[in-house]
């Protein structure tokens, strides 16, 4: 399950950085970050030390290699596939090693504001999964002003067919010293009553985190402070939801 508002955040920013860019005259293919015309494509790689999505452990506390490509039409139109390596460590036909999500949405500035709007569509595909009951959509709409972000998502149906779901988040970024970049996050989980996909009859619940970044020959290396207000047994047994750190490298193409 994609951090989608990680996702949106940088999509967001990219593309409101690049909104005039995008409204080139003549139509062309660029590659990398260098924008020729209206068509522009980018891609990432990263490896994690526990691939965290809202709060909660997708790869069982492990480590999990990351990667995505994004295309960008103008003005301000995207699509994209991202994965990640995961571990569930379930024998319930929640069994495979892999996460594809494909989305797609419009991004852009509010006329000669530094307000921004991101709407969009991502679903969530876990292919090695011996059932499908594990596969979800989203819908989104987010709105950002400088470094602050806003988002909403809705699922009409969850992970692991559990009904209902909404996410109301909020981040915020600054930079404290050349080339490092603090990044706050908090988010709010509203589950189907009596539980969702939880092990517990909790039905919502916080998640939050600290990141610091320091980008250095283009590579990004990242340390997280993740958590939720989840106890145990909400999530199985697991320390899934237990507050840690989370070190990352990752870099653009």
Not at 118 to 130: A, E, N
Not at 142 to 147: A, H, M, N
Request: no cysteine; charged share 20%.
């Amino acid at each position: 399950m994609l951090n989608k508002k990680i996702l949106t955040a940088a999509v967001t920013t990219a593309l409101l950085a690049g909104a005039g860019m995008a409204q080139a005259d003549e139509p062309a293919i660029v590659t990398g970050d260098s924008l020729v015309g209206g068509f522009e494509i980018s891609g990432n790689v990263a490896l994690v030390t526990d691939y965290r999505f809202r709060g909660i452990s997708q790869s069982d506390e492990d480590l999990a290699v990351q990667g995505g490509f994004d295309a960008e039409f103008g003005p301000g139109f995207y699509l994209g596939i991202w994965g990640s390596s995961v571990d569930f460590d379930s024998n319930d036909g929640y069994d495979g090693s892999l996460e594809l999500d494909y989305y797609g949405g419009w991004a852009h500035s509010i006329g000669d504001t530094d307000f921004g709007i991101d709407v969009g569509y991502i679903y969530y595909d876990y292919p090695g999964d011996s059932g499908d009951e594990g596969d979800y959509q989203e819908f989104y709409i987010g709105t950002s002003w400088k470094d602050l972000s806003l988002q909403v998502n809705y699922s009409d149906d969850y992970y692991a067919e559990t009904d209902e779901f909404w996410y109301v988040s909020g981040d915020y970024s600054f930079s404290v010293f050349e080339d490092f970049t603090v990044g706050l996050h908090v988010g709010y989980n509203m589950l189907e009553e009596d539980g969702g996909f939880l092990s517990s009859d909790e039905d919502q619940y916080t998640d939050y985190s600290v990141t610091v970044t320091y980008s250095w020959a283009s590579v990004d290396f990242s340390l997280a402070y993740v958590g939720t207000d989840l106890d145990d047994d909400d999530v199985f047994g697991t320390d899934w939801a237990d507050d840690t750190a989370v070190f990352t490298i990752a870099k653009s193409l």
